[in-house]
């Protein structure tokens, strides 16, 4: 069959949905809180929508990816989609408020687990698909922002998570959630001829999950998916899109049906020798990275499009992924060096870059000769800068020997700790940060703009300390923390004060939900100029005999929450960040630090999605930490954190960080980690996070009562630790204390 659908030449994959000044995100809150309506909610969503689109027409899309604004999650939108909430919330009325409590949870419902999107820093929202769950489809959300694009003019291409990917990164219970595929895909067929009838020619099926490690038999379901789909007549064209990686054995899968395009990502890995014959389709070459910052190398992504035009009907430019991973532009970022700025382009560059890249493809080279003079001379300026070459960090990493990364065994430390520390058993602490209150984030500005000057600065931070120190010791808390206040995130703040990076003004992108952050861009060889936390940790030791906690962020978390250099192996700039955070561990313990915390919520985050290349990643992951955590003495108690992601697939390295206490982010999963954990015969301290403070529900003593005896049947009460499951800064001082109160009395009754 043919379906008849005009050809394009550039375009992006996905758009960011948070407003360039994070006004979806305000909006969202705002209507959270009661200040908006819902139906001023919508109304800065449709601007913001309308605004994003024909600005992307202007600037030479000719199709223009739409159904990719979320009011929170793709994920979670699919779920909507097609049927798939859980029946927990299928009694609230009002269909965003169903929505919004599938996704925060409410003080009676609990929310949809979250985890990592593949080896980024977005996070999705886990569909829960059981024997109870009826798929039915739902298309007004997709249908209007087609109509709405359509009535704009605009060469629309609606979006949506393929079938394959979203049954696979789904929960089910009572089977494999693939084995319910024969369900969904006739509701698929239903919508892309909904789709057609509304004047859709393009709909683009989201199928990252093929670049994973995938059985024969998950190869022929997606052989035989796309051949259904593809079969009907009464349907737009089709383009599956693959990123993060190569597809293997799926692409030719894909290259063996009726649909009309594929889409590539060709700034993994630009090697074409996998890439079969596509002579009747439209071959959608992603060149620029949607990722990270870097300007693109026109003349080597042109050189990689020549090659491509032989190999399919026609090529299309196009970003590598969805440009939900970067900022939206550099125009705000007047405050980077110029040297450094023209090595960048964040979303609206890349987009400016792909249309100059398909002009290029169809015209030649010669057409953007001055665009490409300007590129090559910048990329010139970036390889001799000296920033990227520290003589003397290199040196020191070169002759450390392997006791640098090495403690005494696990027993000998905990012998150690126990008599210096003195807990009782079931010892509570809480991860790190305590609440931004306005009052922070308002002496943060002032800071900023010259109204205040750093003495005043630290009076008022000193201040917050003091009140959070007070407020812990009242709820009876055993292990301490300073809160945080001094700290914009615990990335940046790190980042602000090491050499080699850079921090943004407006750089801001989506981690989940309305929670955004502004990654720092790693961009030179990373030294530590000066200690970095020792003051303010030194502060709130001062004030209390209780230990408190040093909070440092690890380097894995450190590079995969930052937009690292290209120039070198991700292990190289690990290593060079881990000796930074060592210096810090060893002028924490001089100042009397007795626990020192040292995250690595994103160790899981980098890991390759293909199996053959995990075990590489795992072994520098790990050293860098061991690296920075092997310092101090043995007498000195190092604590780590993981957030949210499939622990099961590190549990190895999990315990080969060898930290004394490991706290993970376990609610919302029901304590299933610790079963992965015993299974790998951990040994070691672990705070199983007891409530979830992604939701703004306040937890009963009873509920974390039951949490605990349920953690008490894996982990021996000499060994469990009592926490929250992860930082509190995104959360309220009323519910804070509320929630850490009934904490401290669960701890009690379970002792």
């Not at 999950?209 to 379901?221: A, G, H, I, K, P």
């Not at 530590?528 to 303010?536: E, H, N, Q």
């Not at 690890?554 to 929450?561: K, Q, S």
């Amino acid at each position: 069959m043919t379906v008849t659908h005009n050809p394009f030449t550039a375009t992006v994959l996905g758009l960011p949905r948070v407003g360039p000044h994070r006004e979806l995100k305000r909006a969202t809150e705002s209507y959270w809180a009661g200040r908006i309506d819902a139906q001023r909610l919508h109304a800065i969503a449709r601007d913001l929508r309308r605004d994003q689109l024909t600005k992307l027409q202007s600037a030479g899309m000719d199709s223009i990816p739409v159904g990719t604004f979320s009011y929170y999650d793709q994920m979670l939108d699919t779920a909507v989609l097609f049927g798939a909430l859980p029946p927990r919330v299928a009694g609230i009325a009002d269909p965003l408020d169903r929505y919004f409590a599938a996704a925060r949870g409410t003080d009676t419902v609990e929310p949809l687990e979250m985890t990592k999107w593949f080896d980024t820093n977005y996070h999705y929202l886990v569909p829960e698909i059981g024997p109870e769950t009826v798929f039915s489809l739902d298309p007004s959300k997709v249908l209007d922002e087609l109509r709405e694009a359509l009535a704009l003019g605009v060469p629309a291409r609606t979006v949506v998570v393929g079938p394959i990917t979203f049954l696979k990164l789904a929960k089910a219970t009572g089977g494999a959630a693939l084995d319910r595929l024969d369900e969904l895909v006739p509701l698929y067929q239903e919508l892309l001829r909904l789709l057609a009838v509304a004047g859709a020619e393009w709909v683009q099926l989201d199928e990252p999950v093929l670049v994973t490690d995938l059985s024969l038999d998950e190869v022929e379901l997606v052989r035989r998916t796309y051949a259904e789909l593809s079969a009907a007549t009464d349907r737009p064209a089709l383009l599956v899109a693959t990123y993060f990686g190569k597809p293997g054995a799926a692409l030719s899968a894909l290259a063996e049906t009726e649909i009309e395009g594929i889409a590539l990502d060709f700034t993994v890995d630009a090697d074409l020798s996998g890439v079969p014959a596509l002579a009747n389709k439209l071959l959608v070459a992603g060149v620029v990275d949607g990722r990270n910052v870097w300007r693109t190398d026109l003349e080597k992504a042109l050189a990689t499009l020549g090659t491509l035009l032989g190999c399919a009907k026609s090529v299309a430019v196009s970003s590598s992924c969805s440009l939900l991973h970067v900022p939206y532009t550099l125009a705000s970022e007047t405050g980077l060096d110029e040297r450094l700025r023209s090595w960048l382009a964040f979303g609206a560059e890349k987009v400016a870059e792909v249309r100059l890249l398909a002009i290029g493809l169809s015209a030649g080279p010669g057409a953007i000769a001055n665009e490409l003079a300007t590129v090559r001379t910048a990329l010139a300026t970036r390889r001799t800068d000296p920033r990227l070459d520290n003589s003397q960090v290199r040196a020191r990493l070169a002759t450390l020997g392997t006791d640098a990364t090495r403690r005494a065994p696990a027993e000998q430390r905990r012998a150690l700790q126990a008599e210096r520390l003195r807990l009782p058993s079931l010892p509570t602490t809480t991860i790190g940060s305590y609440p931004q209150t306005s009052a922070i984030r308002l002496a943060r500005a002032a800071l900023r703009k010259g109204e205040i000057d750093q003495a005043e600065y630290v009076r008022r931070m000193r201040s917050e300390i003091a009140d959070v120190i007070a407020l812990q010791e009242k709820l009876g808390l055993d292990v301490l923390v300073h809160g945080e206040p001094e700290r914009n995130d615990m990335v940046q703040y790190f980042a602000e004060q090491l050499d080699g990076f850079a921090a943004t003004d407006a750089g801001w992108v989506q981690s989940y939900g309305t929670r955004c952050v502004r990654p720092p861009i790693l961009f030179g060889d990373v030294a530590r100029p000066a200690p970095m936390t020792v003051d303010w940790i030194g502060y709130a030791q001062s004030l209390t005999d209780k230990p408190v906690k040093g909070m440092l962020t690890g380097p894995v978390t450190i590079l995969a929450w930052s937009f690292v250099r290209d120039d070198q192996p991700l292990a190289d700039s690990a290593r060079q960040v881990a000796l930074a955070i060592r210096d810090e561990t060893v002028d924490l313990q001089a100042a009397g630090i007795r626990i020192i915390q040292v995250d690595e919520p994103a160790l899981r985050e980098l890991l390759p999605l293909r199996a053959a290349d995990q075990g590489e990643y795992l072994e520098w992951s790990v050293g860098a930490f061991r690296l920075a955590t092997s310092g101090v003495s043995d007498a000195t108690q190092i604590h780590t954190h993981l957030c949210y992601s499939e622990f099961g697939e590190v549990i190895d390295a999990i315990a080969g960080l060898d930290a004394d206490v490991t706290s993970i982010e376990a609610a919302r999963s029901h304590m299933e980690v610790l079963d992965d954990l015993n299974a790998a015969g951990f040994d070691l301290g672990v705070g199983p996070g007891v409530y979830d403070i992604h939701s703004p529900r306040v937890p009963s003593v009873e509920e974390i009562t039951a949490s605990l005896r349920a953690a008490l049947k894996a982990v021996p009460a000499e060994r469990l630790w009592v926490n929250p499951d992860c930082g509190l800064k995104t959360r309220g001082p009323v519910e804070v204390e509320a929630s850490l109160r009934n904490l401290v009395a669960a701890a009690a009754a379970v002792r």
